[in-house]
C-alpha cells in the first residue's frame, strides 16, 4: 500500500509539472517532449487504478499517433522562435484569465458533485464485481450505449482538429507549381501536341 501511494504521487507530480511545462516552454519540440512524458505518466496512473486497457490506449493512441503528430506539424510550420519569445508577455494576462476561469468550473464541477442530493443515490448504486465484467467489456458497453454522443461528439473535435493542422501547413507560394486537375481534364490534344511534316532529307 505504501509502494502503491508513493507511486501515485510520483506519478501525479511528473504529470503535473510535465503538463505545466507544456504550456510554458518556449519551444514547441520541447512542449511536445514534455505532452508525451505527461501522456505517460497518466498511463501509469491508470495502471495503478487497474484501467489497463485506458492506459495501453493512451500509449498506443496518444503517444504512438497524436504526439507524432503534432512533432510532424510543429516542425512543418516553420515558426519563428524569436518572434515567439517576444510574444509570450503579452499574451500572458490572457492566459491567466483563462486559467482562472477553468479553476473556477472545476471548483463549480467538484462542489455540485459533492453537494448534489443525487450524490448519495448514484454511489450507493449496486456495481457488477470486477470479475465479471472486464475492463474493456465495461468499457465498450458505457461507450456505445450510455456516452454514445459525447463519443460521436470527441470524433468530431478530432477531425476538427486535423482538418485545422492541414490548413494550418498548407501554403501556397508562387514559385511552387502544383498540380491542377481542372485545368489537365481541360487540354486539348491540339495545345500540347504539334504535328509538323518534316520534307525528306532536310531534318526537323
Known amino acids: 500500500m505504501i509502494i502503491q501511494a508513493f507511486a501515485f504521487y510520483l506519478f501525479s507530480a ?4 510535465s503538463a505545466v511545462m507544456v504550456v510554458s516552454a518556449r519551444n514547441p519540440v520541447h512542449s511536445v517532449l514534455f505532452l508525451i512524458l505527461a501522456f505517460f505518466n497518466g498511463a501509469a496512473l491508470f495502471v495503478l487504478l487497474g ?3 485506458l492506459a495501453m490506449i493512451l500509449v498506443v493512441v496518444y503517444v504512438g499517433a497524436v504526439a507524432v503528430l503534432f512533432m510532424f506539424v510543429v516542425m ?7 518572434e515567439l519569445r517576444q510574444g509570450f508577455q503579452q499574451y500572458l494576462p490572457v492566459g491567466a484569465v483563462l486559467a482562472l476561469i477553468l479553476v473556477v468550473e472545476l471548483i463549480l464541477v467538484g462542489a455540485g458533485w459533492v453537494l448534489a442530493p443525487e450524490t448519495k443515490a448514484i454511489l450507493a448504486d449496486p456495481v457488477p464485481p470486477a470479475e ?5 467489456r465495461a468499457l465498450g458497453q458505457l461507450l456505445y450505449t450510455k456516452y454514445v454522443y459525447l463519443f ?7 477531425l476538427v482538429a486535423m482538418i485545422g493542422a492541414i490548413v494550418l501547413t498548407l501554403r501556397h507560394r508562387p514559385d511552387v507549381r502544383r498540380q491542377r486537375i481542372a485545368s489537365q481534364i481541360r487540354r486539348r490534344r491540339e495545345d500540347s501536341v504539334e504535328i509538323k511534316k518534316v520534307p525528306t532529307g532536310s531534318g526537323v
Open 14 to 17: 511528473i504529470a503535473i509539472a
Open 152 to 158: 460521436q461528439a470527441a470524433g468530431l473535435v478530432l
Open 51 to 53: 484501467a489497463e486497457f
Open 132 to 136: 465479471a465484467v472486464s475492463n474493456t
Open 76 to 82: 512543418m510550420l516553420d515558426i519563428n522562435f524569436v
